[in-house]
């Protein structure tokens, strides 16, 4: 095989991505037949079988994997070389996807988002909103934001912000506890996020020398931060939830925090990039005004 052809590898990688022949025809726009016989050719230039052709699905080889896995970086690096020649006089332009959590993706990113596409009317945005970690490469992920802390020190990522963990609850659970410190806390009910790696457990501290650790009792577990958010509303119990999505309940007096003088552990938001030597202008414009807004003191509860 003299030379690559990426146009064939496009065609390949969309009929696995899609998983038929007239699926991947309809996204690329061209007729099954044209699909059909570049891949043939593909498959004839390697002198292998890459596809596994039944009456409902097209399945890859053992070989077909390997060239998709390798064929989606190649393609996006050509994309990323097309796009950073043109760099120096392109606007933002073109579908940003983004993966974003749950929570913070409903109550930060998908505002924002409203005012990024009246500032770039040529840039479209699918969010997928989603607390488990997205394959970026595999799903064609843009930017990633991550909440927390990262666990993997390899990733492209960059902080761009904080956030604060606020133990908070309703105003008439909130009157009923006359704790001081934290140790008294232990026997209040409190509502558990199972999306987190210790839900009971919390260390506060005050100052620079006092740190007490509490073990919370579960008056229920709740695997998703927006419904532990909706049962602390409704009088189910304490909870510790992010400063960024409880600043508006607790501005109008429908949580209240609970020992402000304590602090709990503070964690990072990130911008997670797939791997690339280029960010695109739309995905540089998008984490700059992020990050600004982030940044903004209104973000946080007083």
Not at 94 to 114: E, H
Not at 122 to 143: F, R, Y
Not at 266 to 294: C, D, N, Q, W
Request: positive net charge; proline residues 7%.
């Amino acid at each position: 095989m003299e030379t690559i052809n990426l146009n064939r590898l496009a065609y390949f990688v969309a009929v696995v991505d899609a998983g038929s022949f007239t699926r991947a025809a309809a996204r690329l726009g061209i007729t099954k037949t044209v699909v059909s016989q570049q891949v043939a050719r593909l498959e004839a230039d390697l002198r292998t079988s890459l596809l596994l052709r039944t009456t409902r699905r097209v399945e890859p080889t053992e070989a077909g994997r390997l060239l998709h896995a390798r064929s989606v970086i190649i393609l996006r690096e050509a994309e990323d070389a097309f796009g950073e020649v043109a760099q120096v006089t392109t606007n933002p332009i073109g579908t940003l996807r983004i993966a974003a959590p749950n929570d913070f993706g409903t109550s930060t990113v998908a505002p924002l988002l409203a005012k990024f596409c009246r500032t770039y009317p040529a840039c479209t945005v699918d969010l997928v909103l989603s607390d488990a970690k997205i394959d970026l490469i595999a799903h064609h992920i843009d930017v990633s934001m991550r909440v927390g802390w990262l666990d993997d020190s390899s990733q492209q990522a960059r902080r761009i912000g904080a956030f604060r963990q606020l133990l908070v609850a309703a105003p008439d659970l909130a009157r009923t506890i006359s704790a001081d410190v934290p140790d008294n806390l232990g026997q209040q009910p409190f509502i558990a996020n199972g999306a987190l790696r210790e839900p009971l457990v919390w260390h506060f501290s005050r100052a620079d020398f006092d740190r007490r650790s509490v073990r919370m009792r579960p008056a229920m577990t709740i695997n998703a931060t927006p419904g532990v958010l909706a049962a602390t509303l409704a009088g189910g119990g304490l909870s510790v939830l992010p400063d960024f999505l409880v600043a508006d309940p607790l501005q109008t007096g429908a949580l209240v925090q609970i020992l402000p003088d304590w602090s709990l552990p503070s964690g990072g938001i990130h911008a997670v990039y797939p791997a690339a030597r280029f960010r695109p202008p739309k995905v540089t414009a998008f984490v700059a005004m992020l990050e600004a807004e982030v940044k903004r003191p209104s973000i946080a509860p007083h």
